[in-house]
């Protein structure tokens, strides 16, 4: 599931989506904070005039001596009056009944009370005017001012005793909305036109922060089997990509040298090829040319038959050098070594013999070692009949085990050079350049095919007074 | 026409040879760089087929000493490498043809024959002598327009006359032409063939078109003999 998620990954858009929601949400937690800030500051002030304009009120009530009138001036306050801007306000007295109501305020009308109990502090709620708009109202407990007699004649004054009575003011609240409005559309315009920046920026910005990457992309399209010289800019690459340029460039040249090979075998094998078939063309030509000779011709049909046998012989080995490359199964078990050796060298007693090679075995009677039976033994058949062969008459060879899974085949004296050496383990080598002989000139190639197989290496020393020394270290990998 | 064939695959060097032979030359043939030197080296080849991959000498270097010897024989390479550079290597040592493995056989021959007219500075295949015409690619013979038969020995000295007009060659010079080194032909072989070819295509009571020189050898189409036959 993890991986069909991953399919359309894109880290362009991953990182936009994250840096976008890191900024939006940002600005969205400021907007909100701020608009909180402005909100309570905004409606403070309003509380705060409200309140002004309550006490103001509260200051023009003034009872009369027999505590039943009162006088209230508010013929010189218009807005009490009524009209469509008309404030409200309710007094009441302490035992809640009602006291004194602006002119504004028709009988039958009612005001909200406040929606909790009050305490010695202004209370201030949101209400529905009488007149149906919305409106802000406080309430707050004052003591009234009582006409009493004093020296100086008749005075307004406080009287502790007095109980307070409970003032109402309500007016229109659609001016703080308004204003708390403004503010909100101001900071969501804000919001979006910075939301809207910070896209385009954002996009614009990782576009060009991985232009490079799409580069990369565009080149490695671009590369296919007859542009493999080409390489990817490393020093222009940012930090960051640089090392998988470097990479791309280590792979895209190990494929190119792997190619250049394969490409070069091909060549060596079809030219290989070239002297059996010409060989083949010219015997069937001469034959059908002249078919009186029957001897002849006879002997031509013989020999193309011997042709063709080489010629399998070359394509299967070309074909095990072809799949040989770590992809043969392999059946690891303990193999005498010794027994594998001495067969291969017994095969061959009379072409020793025939050239009077002095033959040294200086290996243990059982020496065992794990691999693969069959091609260990291709390996020791390989390299005992290349030294047999490669030994002039009277010369020796010298077969010696070595610690651990590792043995030696030594023959001299050699008429190899040492650049005989960086070359012979190539496909089709041979001493001699001629193509004939019936030998393939692949013993070497398939012998280190195998032991790649096997996780093996081959050795060659050459040494000017004991000749060749081809020394195979098996599990190279397990030593290691 | 003598040709050297030097390739070391057995069943290739056997295969030319015989087409060769047959196709009427005298063939010598070796199978390594050093022996084949040493037979190019005695210069009485008129083609060499050389093979490039020789175990010994290789093809390159013994067509180079060749020529470093002053030799002019002409050389057709035979090679399995086929690279431009390849080509132009061979040549520039000094081939004069090139022929890439595998090859057709009947290709083969006719570059031997094209280089052996070359190298005897003839341009076609048609060579005619008063009334005697030799078709050198059918390797046919007419006389006033009809056909003589002639034995492939008797029509190799023929064209080895009809290359040479006008030349005095000595008898051991004819020997060494038509002979590969498997003959052993007997001390009057060129005079008998001499003979045996006169009867074939002179004109009876005129002049003969071989004319014998004293103690030097023979010479083929001399004006005199020409106009006689016309």
Known sequence: ?480 | MRVLVIEDSDRLRQSVEVALRKSGYAVDASASGDEGFWKADSGVYDVIVLDLMLPGMSGIDLLARLRERKHKTAVLILTARDTVDDRVAGLDAGADDYLVKPFAIDELIARVRALIRRANDVRESRLAFGDLAINTSARTVERGGKNVDVSPREYMLLEFFAMHAGECLSRSQIEAAIYDAEAEPMSNVVDAAVYALRKKIDLPGAPSLIQTRRGMGYTFATPEAVESHE
């Open chain 1, 1 to 480: 599931m993890s991986e069909s998620a991953n399919v359309h990954r894109s880290i362009q858009r991953q990182l936009l989506r994250s840096l976008l929601l890191g900024f939006v949400g940002l600005g969205l937690l400021f907007g909100v904070a701020f608009y909180a800030y402005i909100h309570r500051l905004l409606t403070r002030e309003f509380d705060e005039v409200l309140v002004e304009r309550a006490r103001a009120i509260a200051s023009m009530v003034e009872l009369e001596a027999d505590g039943k009138r009162y006088e209230f001036p508010d013929e010189s306050l218009p807005e009490f009056h009524g009209g469509p801007n008309a404030q409200f306000f309710l007094i009441r007295r302490p035992d809640d009944s009602e006291f004194a109501r602006s002119r504004s305020f028709k009988k039958g009308q009612s005001l909200a009370p406040p929606p909790e109990a009050m305490t010695r502090k202004p209370l201030y709620y949101n209400v529905t005017l009488p007149d149906g708009r919305g409106g802000r109202a406080v309430a707050m407990w004052f003591s009234p001012l009582v006409e009493k007699m004093t020296s100086r004649g008749i005075e307004p004054l406080y009287d502790p005793k007095e109980p307070e009575m409970k003032l109402i003011l309500a007016r229109d609240r659609r001016p703080l909305d308004r204003a708390l409005m403004l503010v909100a559309l101001g900071l969501i315009a804000c919001e979006a036109l910075m939301g809207s920046a910070t896209v385009w920026l954002l996009r614009y910005q990782l576009r060009e922060s991985l232009q490079p990457l799409n580069d990369v992309a565009k080149l490695a399209a671009s590369v296919d089997a007859t542009s493999l010289h080409q390489r990817f800019p490393v020093e222009t690459m940012p930090r960051e990509l640089q090392p998988i340029c470097q990479r791309l460039n280590d792979l895209l040249a190990r494929i190119a040298k792997a190619v250049e090979s394969q490409k070069r075998f091909n060549a060596d094998a079809a030219h290989e090829l070239r002297t059996p078939v010409a060989e083949v063309r010219a015997l069937a030509e001469v034959a059908l040319r002249w078919p009186e000779d029957a001897d002849a011709t006879r002997k031509a049909f013989e020999e193309i038959v011997s042709v063709t046998e080489h010629m399998e012989r070359l394509s299967s080995v070309l074909l095990q050098l072809s799949g040989g490359d770590g992809r043969v199964s392999t059946r690891e078990e303990p193999v005498d070594l010794s027994k594998v050796l001495t067969q291969a060298i017994d095969r061959r007693k009379d072409m020793i013999a025939a050239k009077r090679i002095a033959l040294n075995v200086d290996v243990p009677p059982t020496k065992m070692v794990t691999s693969d039976a069959t091609l260990l033994t291709a390996i020791v058949e390989n390299l005992v009949g290349n030294a047999i062969t490669y030994t002039p008459p009277g010369g020796s060879i010298v077969c010696t085990t070595k610690d651990g899974n590792s043995f030696q085949i030594m023959n001299g004296p050699t008429n190899l050079s040492p650049q005989d050496l960086s070359t012979m383990s190539e496909p089709f080598w041979r001493k001699d350049a001629s193509r004939t002989g019936g030998k393939l000139g692949l013993g070497l190639a398939l012998t280190r095919a195998y032991l790649s197989t096997l996780h093996g290496s081959l050795e060659l020393n050459l040494d000017a007074s004991s000749g060749l020394a081809a020394t195979v270290a098996l599990h190279a990998n397990d030593t290691a």
